[in-house]
């Protein structure tokens, strides 16, 4: 494929506002994991939770999309520029050329679970409650369109943890069909009971900082995030989009295939699009939930495909697994890799699973890098892995 350019992105995480706020974490290796303060704090568990948001309603012309998800959509839109850069893409091709393209796994379900809550005594839901504008998968690319004043081509991919990863894929095939110039791509997804409690009664969540790789792993910790990068077919950026690659498990609904067959294909194939050899990666994010099957499964096909050579981490020991937004903020993380020579450690780990082979960093590593691979695995073994390149 064509390399695409990445002239601008950013990330709103529990780790903060801005790029500025995810580079300086990552650097001092300070993760923002807290123990659970969300709704009840019925659970134990620890989250990644961005402050703030209890704080800033939706008004104005879009009030009607006010929910959890949209406002942190709203606050990610505000960071490092990237409203103006958005302006600058619609002055280029024209706001009909640009599409939005973004993931998430539950959108602004939080709304509607709230207001069941406050059913009358008829059980009749609040007046106030809008599907449309907030549990609706589409709301939050909704709301995105319109906020940013554009007018192409819209769509929301909701594939689990895997959806703000594949619409850099899908960016890719609209702008090599010649419908689109460029796409605001990314995911926003934030915290809920649905997924606090359905990944809970999966027995998935750990009642500590997530673990990544370690020996003694328990499971994951849920965050919530937003993401944007603006993807050109054409631009001076020094990040471009070289390859991407799609597979589907069909193996199980919450378990991935034990010897990484999905992943590997995935891998394989963004390699293939960049035209690259295994070899000439120089690093590797990692899905790395710190679920046992998961690490389990994405060390077998690291290794099948690079050996023990290339270096490999796994950021959501920072920021919490983002589910629908995790694809975004890890290919972001490995912008700031490519940008700044920073390969971040494997947070909360300190003694890797024995039997796992891959390179897994457990401290930051100061290198060069040229090209970087992101992997994300969705529930239910939808794959997909990106090469990105300087």
Known sequence: MNPLAISAYTATTALGRGNAALLDALRRGKGGLKANDFDRAELRAWIGRVGGLEDAPIGGALAE?????????????????????????????????????????????????????????????????????????????????RALALEGPAMTISTACSSSAKVFASAARYIEAGIIDAAVVGGVDSLCLTTMHGFTSLQLVSDEPCRPFDAARKGMSIGEAAGFALVEKIGSSSIALLGYGESSDAYHMSTPQPDGEGALGAMQQALTRAGLEPGE????????????????????????????????????????????????????????????????????????????ESNVLLENRAAQVRRALSNSFGFGGSNCSLVFGA
């Open 65 to 145: 999309f006010d929910c959890r998800n949209n406002r942190l959509a709203q606050i990610g839109l505000a960071q490092d520029g990237f409203k103006d850069a958005v302006s600058k893409a619609i002055n280029r091709y024209g706001a009909k050329r640009v599409a939005v393209l973004l993931g998430t796994s539950t959108s602004g379900i939080l709304r509607t679970e709230l207001a069941y809550r406050q059913r009358d005594a008829e059980g009749n839901l609040p007046r106030d409650l809008h599907y449309r504008h907030a549990q609706n998968l589409y709301s939050i690319t909704d709301f995105v369109r």
């Open 281 to 356: 990666i120089d690093y590797v994010n990692a899905h790395g939930t710190a679920t046992p099957a998961n690490d389990r499964a994405e060390d077998r096909a690291l290794v099948r495909l690079f050996g023990m050579r290339v270096p490999v981490s796994s950021t959501k020991g920072f920021t919490g697994h983002t589910l629908g937004a995790a694809g975004i903020v890890e290919a972001i993380v490995c912008f700031l890799a490519l940008e700044h020579g920073l390969l971040p450690a494997t947070l909360n780990s300190s003694a890797i699973e024995p039997g796992l």
